[in-house]
Nanobody
Framework: QVQLVQSGGGLVQSGGSLRLSCTAS????????IGWFRQAPGKEREAISC????????YYADSVKGRFTISRDTTKNTVYLQMNNLKPEDTASYYC????????????????????WGQGAQVTVSS
């Protein structure tokens, strides 16, 4: 079965850190760009970070730039989102998604471009 399995998330105090993981099951992430999206209650889903299949290009939303880091471990077929200096406004449901890119060095902040989605993880940051 082809799926993305997320782990991580939870409750943390403002200024704390969390790491989200996104592991592919049934397929390899080597040829996929990965995006991390989040959605807070009453708000639009937003792309916060992406990494191209080649790992050459990355994207960070201004709201997380300098605090979040996206990375890929091909040996574990996993992409991570390290979140530092978390703020209450980071509270949201976080989703990873995979976009089949082959060897192209592309990424996308458009959720509709992504084929497979993780189940989501709740991140709550208390003040």
């Amino acid at each position: 079965q082809v799926q993305l399995v997320q782990s991580g998330g939870g409750l943390v105090q403002s200024g704390g850190s969390l790491r989200l993981s996104c592991t592919a099951s049934g397929f390899t992430l080597d040829y996929y760009a990965i995006g991390w999206f989040r959605q807070a209650p009453g708000k639009e889903r937003e792309a916060i970070s992406c990494i191209s299949a080649t790992n050459v290009n990355t994207y960070y939303a201004d709201s997380v730039k300098g605090r979040f880091t996206i990375s890929r471990d091909t040996t574990k077929n996993t992409v991570y989102l390290q979140m530092n200096n978390l703020k209450p406004e980071d509270t949201a449901s976080y989703y990873c998604a995979a976009l089949l890119a082959g060897t192209l060095d592309v990424l996308s902040t458009n959720a509709e471009d992504y084929d497979n989605w993780g189940q989501g993880a709740q991140v709550t940051v208390s003040s």
